[in-house]
């Protein structure tokens, strides 16, 4: 197993509805993948297996004897059959099956009997829902649970690195549930108070104090009085609908995080993932002939999977997929593409080689041409070569951290590559035949670098150029938010059209380089532009100050900033200038590229087209969208 470190990761799979159930083992084998994302101190898994049972299994954490745990689900007139114990580790989890009523109170209300002196914890209540978690890492806390024997219609997967709540017992251990519904989790809700006050007011009292278990709570609560869809929407800051807004401001959730839901509806399965505004905790979705995937790391569905069609979701976004109706949402505006692509004719076979060691395999082979096969999810590819000698052609799915600190080394790519790609790169040139994950190109400093598809979050950002060193990428598809943030040189060239997504806060904090993109980007989303009640304090700053009139407020009131200084009277510019001065907001045109811009790109294109296979020559003559820093 090829493991790989970072923080927590996680993972999901649902089937299609005419598929076969999903093997445990597959989905313990691909959170494996990524085991020192986490650490040992807190894995787990829940199953949903869709059933016409008329009884809940509720398992339990307890300390104490089965007597005791019997007792206290009898005085509320529930009363457990068949009791199995389950080995959690230093806990004992008590397994059995009640006739209940979806009454969550009552399940509420024991929990905070248990927790008041931490003697125990209903982690698992469900129909077709079962919660497997302990203290250990995923294969220890699988075979614990015999997760590997397992069949069932959806998984969520979690490994754990523990950062806000103990990681000594498995009550923190995800995923966390509540019902028919099952939560995974990678980040920090930064709204776990404001959510926590939320929860309280509605009667729920007791908490083992993660962020975590708060989200599984507020989808329950929220489902009693909303579609899944509108719920989905007020939790992850969607809903458009100013009164709800308001009144369930408590229910929002803030922070950078990645979350993976499993609900049971009775009828149906649903496997929904929601990510923050800025996308902070990386998230990769996919699909194939058998099921859906959601993950951490597109290695870890490669894994189950060589042929899936995978996306990135967008920040902010949200994805929902049904086992009977399929995907509702897909977490993207933009049309899915992906790239695939295998080879008989190699020098090195990835498989089975540590993650981090395939450098090392690479310099021992007297070639300087070499071809790997089989790369899934290894990491760190190209940090140990030396400047200059090298030509690789790598097939698969490199991790993190490829070609970082490159100098004057060439390196084709059939296939898509994970974050954090070609940071600090010195010289040589990188071509990525599929889509680059986010951070790519970071503090990029010469040679050249080619995607032929998308590119992901804070691409290009603290690009440079110095004396004779130039970076130049280009992008044949789109790309997701911050654009060339905090840009300082060299150039970025996107080839977009109209169908591929683009995302915001283009150029942000950008003080050199210039970028160009081959459609018409909307003002609103180049560079972190001043909310809307600032700029309008402003105009009527200026229009008590007789700097402008009425009429240009009126027509300026609900206009966007660079709008408004494109046509501010002389005196009222100046003051508007400051204010995009403040947040750092680039130029913006939208026009056909020079003669000197011309010259500056032609061989770069003509090279492009020809090592890509693309014919992006004849747009030359377009008209771009140019961005430049303002001062």
Avoid at 166 to 193: E, K, M, Q
Avoid at 355 to 360: A, G, P, S, V
Avoid at 550 to 568: G, P, Q, T
Wanted: include cysteine.
């Amino acid at each position: 197993m090829n493991y790989s470190p970072s923080s927590c990761g996680l993972f999901g799979v649902l089937r299609k509805f005419e598929a076969e159930k999903i093997s445990g083992k597959d989905v313990v084998d691909s959170l494996e993948l990524i085991r020192y994302r986490g650490s040992n101190k807190g894995s787990g898994y829940a199953s949903f297996d869709l059933t016409d049972n008329n009884y809940y299994m509720i398992k339990t954490f307890y300390d104490g004897s089965e007597e005791d745990i019997k007792s206290i689900f009898n005085k509320r007139n529930i009363f457990p059959e068949e009791i199995t114990v389950e080995d959690a580790g230093n806990t004992k989890s008590y397994c059995f099956n009640v006739t209940l009523e979806n009454n969550d109170e009552v399940l509420d209300n024991i929990n905070e009997e248990l927790w008041l002196n931490r003697d125990g914890r209903v982690y698992s209540a469900g129909k077709s829902l079962n919660v497997y978690k302990g203290v250990g890492y995923p294969l220890d806390v699988a075979t614990s649970y015999n997760v590997q024997e397992k069949y069932t219609d959806m998984w969520l997967a979690h490994t754990r690195q523990p950062t806000n709540s103990p990681g000594n017992y498995p009550y923190w251990s995800h995923p966390f549930s509540s019902y028919n519904i099952a939560i995974v989790h990678n980040g920090d809700i930064s709204s776990f108070g404001a959510n926590r006050e939320f929860l309280i007011s509605r009667g729920i009292k007791s908490f083992v104090g993660t962020d975590s278990e708060v989200i599984a709570y507020l989808f329950r609560e929220l489902l009693k009085e909303f579609d899944l869809e509108t719920t989905i929407k007020i939790l992850s800051n969607n809903c458009d609908d100013p009164k709800i807004k308001y009144e369930y401001r408590g229910a929002v959730l803030d922070g950078p995080y990645t979350l993976i839901i499993g609900y049971d509806t009775g009828d149906d399965l649903y496997m929904i993932c929601m990510t923050d505004k800025t996308k902070l905790r990386p998230v990769i979705i996919g699909t194939d002939q058998n099921n859906y995937y959601i993950a951490s790391e597109e290695n870890q569905i490669r894994n189950m999977t060589k042929n899936a069609t995978v996306w990135p979701m967008e920040p902010g976004s949200y994805f929902i997929a049904s086992m009977k109706n399929g995907i509702i949402n897909y977490g993207v505006r933009h049309k899915v593409k992906d790239f695939v692509f295998f080879t008989d004719d190699f020098d090195i076979d990835a498989s089975g080689i540590k993650y981090n060691e395939l450098d090392d395999y690479i310099l021992k082979s007297n070639k300087n041409n070499i071809t790997v096969s089989n790369i899934l999810g290894h990491r760190y590819i190209g940090i140990k070569f030396p400047a200059g000698n090298k030509h690789l052609k790598l097939y698969g799915n490199p991790g993190n951290c490829l070609m970082n600190l490159n100098h004057n080394n060439d390196v084709d790519v059939y296939g898509n590559v994970a974050d954090d790609c070609c940071d600090t790169m010195t010289g040589g040139s990188v071509r990525i035949h599929g889509n680059a994950g986010d951070v790519f190109g970071q503090a990029f400093q010469n040679g050249r670098i080619y995607v032929l598809g998308n590119v992901g979050n804070r691409s290009g950002i603290q690009m440079r150029a110095y004396k004779d060193f130039k970076p130049e990428m280009v992008i044949n598809g789109g790309f997701a938010d911050y654009l060339g943030e905090y840009m300082s040189g060299g150039l970025i060239l996107s080839f977009t059209n109209n169908n591929a997504y683009t995302g915001k806060y283009i150029g942000s904090g950008m003080i050199g380089g210039k970028i160009l993109i081959r459609k018409k980007i909307k003002k609103s989303s180049i560079g972190m532009q001043p909310p809307d009640y600032v700029v309008k304090n402003m105009l009527k700053a200026l229009l008590g100050n007789s700097l402008i009139d009425r009429n240009f407020y009126d027509s300026m009131k609900n206009k966007n900033i660079i709008d408004i200084v494109e046509k501010a009277p002389e005196e009222a510019k100046k003051y508007v200038e400051k204010l995009l001065s403040k947040h750092e907001i680039p130029e913006y045109e939208y026009r056909k590229l020079n003669a000197e811009e011309l010259s500056e790109i032609k061989k770069l294109v003509l090279d492009f087209d020809s090592v890509m296979g693309t014919n992006n020559i004849k747009y030359l003559n377009s008209v771009f969208t140019v961005i430049t820093p303002r001062y």
